[in-house]
C-alpha cells in the first residue's frame, strides 16, 4: 500500500519556537509539495521540490523553509513559529509530468497549534 | 498563473440523488490536468477523478463523472445516486504538466452534505 506518512499528526508549540515537519514517501516519486489548509481558503502551496536538494517557493513561503536531502524526505521548518502559522499542513507527492494521471498522494496531515 | 474557483462554499443533496458540485478554472497553459479530491472529517484526501486538458471525452469513475467543457474553462463534478457517505469537503485543483514538479493549485472547497 503506497504511503506518505507525516511525523505528528497533533502539534503545539510556543511563540519563537523552531518546528520540524517530516514527510516521508514510499513510492519513489520525484516531486514532493507542503500545502497548508485554512477554512474558506482552500490548500496554499508553501514550497515544493522536483528533485533531490532542489526546492522552489510556492504562493506562501514566507516564514518557512525546507529541505529534501533524501529523494523520499521533505521536511518543513518554521523557523520561529508565530500563531499566525497555526494551520494544518498537508504534505504530498507525486509523479513528472506526463508519466501518467499524476495525481497527488496525501499524508494524514500535521495540525499545529502555536500559543 | 493558475487559478481555480469554486463558487459552491456549501451544498446540500438528498440520498439518492445527484449533485453537480461547479468548479471553474483560468490557465494560459494549453496542456494541464484537473482533478477532484473528497475530503471527509476524518482529514486524508482521497483522489476521486481526472481529466487531461487534451481528453475528448469527460472522465468518469463509478458514480464520479467530471463535466468537462473546455471553451468555458468548467471542469464540473457530477456525482450519482448520493449516499450519506459523500458528506464531504471536495476540492477542485488543476496541475501544471509543462514545468519540473507540476505544482497542482487548488480551489477553496464545496462542503457537501448528503441528507438522508
Known amino acids: 500500500d503506497v504511503k506518505v506518512t507525516q511525523s505528528s499528526r497533533y502539534l503545539v508549540k510556543r511563540t519563537g519556537e523552531k518546528v520540524f515537519l517530516e514527510c516521508v514517501q514510499d513510492?519513489?516519486?520525484?516531486?514532493m509539495f507542503w500545502y497548508r489548509q485554512d477554512p474558506g481558503l482552500g490548500l496554499r502551496l508553501i514550497y515544493f521540490?522536483?528533485?533531490?536538494?532542489?526546492?522552489e517557493k510556492g504562493d506562501i513561503p514566507e516564514g518557512y523553509s525546507v529541505s529534501r536531502e533524501k529523494k523520499e524526505r521533505f521536511s518543513l521548518i518554521l523557523e520561529s513559529a508565530s500563531t499566525n502559522q497555526t494551520s494544518m499542513y498537508l504534505c504530498?507527492?507525486?509523479?513528472?509530468?506526463?508519466?501518467?494521471?499524476?495525481?497527488?498522494?496525501f499524508g494524514e496531515g500535521s495540525r499545529l497549534t502555536v500559543l | 498563473a493558475q487559478k481555480i474557483t469554486q463558487t459552491q462554499p456549501g451544498m446540500f443533496v438528498q440520498e439518492k440523488e445527484a449533485v453537480t458540485l461547479d468548479c471553474t478554472y483560468d490557465?494560459?497553459?494549453?496542456?494541464?490536468?484537473l482533478f477532484w479530491y473528497k475530503q471527509p472529517s476524518s482529514g486524508e484526501m482521497i483522489f476521486l477523478i481526472y481529466?487531461?486538458?487534451?481528453?475528448?471525452q469527460n472522465a468518469t469513475e463509478g458514480r464520479y463523472s467530471l463535466n468537462f467543457q473546455k471553451a468555458r474553462k468548467s471542469a464540473n463534478l457530477v456525482i450519482s445516486a448520493s449516499q450519506l457517505g459523500d458528506s464531504a469537503m471536495y476540492f477542485c485543483?488543476?496541475?501544471?504538466?509543462?514545468?519540473?514538479?507540476?505544482?497542482?493549485?487548488f480551489g477553496d472547497g464545496t462542503t457537501l452534505t448528503v441528507k438522508p
Open positions: 490557465t494560459s497553459d494549453p496542456s494541464y490536468g
Open positions: 481529466q487531461g486538458s487534451y481528453d475528448q
Open positions: 485543483a488543476m496541475r501544471e504538466v509543462n514545468t519540473n514538479a507540476g505544482k497542482s493549485t
Open positions: 521540490s522536483y528533485d533531490v536538494k532542489m526546492k
Open positions: 513510492m519513489d516519486h520525484e516531486n
Open positions: 504530498a507527492s507525486t509523479t513528472t509530468p506526463g508519466r501518467d494521471t499524476g495525481e497527488l498522494f
